[in-house]
């Protein structure tokens, strides 16, 4: 979203100002969707807490103790990639599909932004997904998500316990 400030006193306008996407507007949405401490046997994602999965990150001794400030900053460091995107909305949905799907999510948003599917974030992708109208992309993108989910369940029926809730994540 470009914010042009006024005309400067000698009729000149200056330069707009562009701003781009804030991590910490965006981290609350996740750590609402992937709540707290789970070990659930039947998850694919195994234990985990704030979403951060032992599996992922194995040096974390004792993933039950690991803190919201802890989780927010590997949040920060491995998973945001969506400071450049302008809208704020669309930062937050991809960030919080990433943490969900990785990759896949990208390659969601690279096929509705009509670039190369390569799973990659990059300038290309970016530069794509700024150029479309928000809601016009979170509408495609948030249809998209449900597919994906309700296509994991048609192939593996015993993730349709988690369906419902990943339903609920998609159209947010």
Same mark, same amino acid.
């Given at each position: 979203?470009? =914010?042009?400030?006024?005309?400067? %006193?000698?009729?000149?306008?200056?330069?707009?100002?562009?701003?781009?996407? *804030?991590?910490?507007?965006? +981290?609350?949405?996740?750590?609402? =969707?992937?709540?707290? /401490?789970? =070990? #659930?046997?039947?998850? %694919?994602?195994?234990?985990?807490?704030?979403?951060?999965?032992?599996?992922?990150? %194995? *040096?974390?001794?004792?993933?039950?103790?690991?803190?919201?400030?802890?989780?927010?900053?590997? !949040?920060?460091? #491995?998973?945001?990639?969506?400071?450049?995107? +302008? #809208?704020?909305?669309?930062? =937050?949905? &991809?960030?919080?599909?990433?943490?969900?799907?990785?990759?896949?999510? +990208?390659?969601?948003?690279?096929?509705?932004?009509?670039?190369?599917? *390569?799973?990659? !974030?990059? %300038?290309?992708?970016?530069?794509? +997904?700024?150029? &479309?109208?928000?809601?016009?992309?979170?509408?495609?993108?948030?249809?998209?998500?449900?597919?994906? /989910?309700?296509?994991?369940?048609?192939?593996?029926?015993?993730?349709?316990?988690?369906?419902?809730?990943?339903?609920?994540?998609?159209?947010?």
């Amino acid at each position: 979203m470009e =914010n042009a400030t006024p005309p400067t %006193p000698k009729g000149r306008v200056s330069v707009a100002k562009i701003t781009m996407s *804030d991590f910490y507007l965006a +981290i609350p949405g996740v750590l609402r =969707n992937e709540g707290g /401490y789970v =070990n #659930d046997p039947t998850d %694919p994602g195994g234990e985990t807490n704030f979403g951060i999965s032992k599996r992922s990150y %194995p *040096d974390i001794v004792d993933i039950k103790s690991l803190t919201v400030e802890e989780a927010t900053a590997i !949040y920060l460091r #491995d998973f945001w990639l969506f400071g450049g995107i +302008i #809208d704020q909305g669309v930062a =937050n949905k &991809m960030l919080d599909s990433y943490v969900n799907m990785r990759h896949t999510a +990208i390659k969601i948003a690279q096929r509705i932004a009509g670039v190369a599917v *390569d799973g990659s !974030y990059g %300038p290309q992708t970016e530069a794509a +997904i700024n150029a &479309m109208d928000p809601g016009f992309f979170l509408g495609k993108f948030r249809a998209a998500l449900a597919s994906y /989910y309700q296509a994991i369940v048609a192939n593996n029926p015993a993730e349709e316990k988690f369906l419902a809730g990943w339903l609920r994540r998609a159209s947010q």
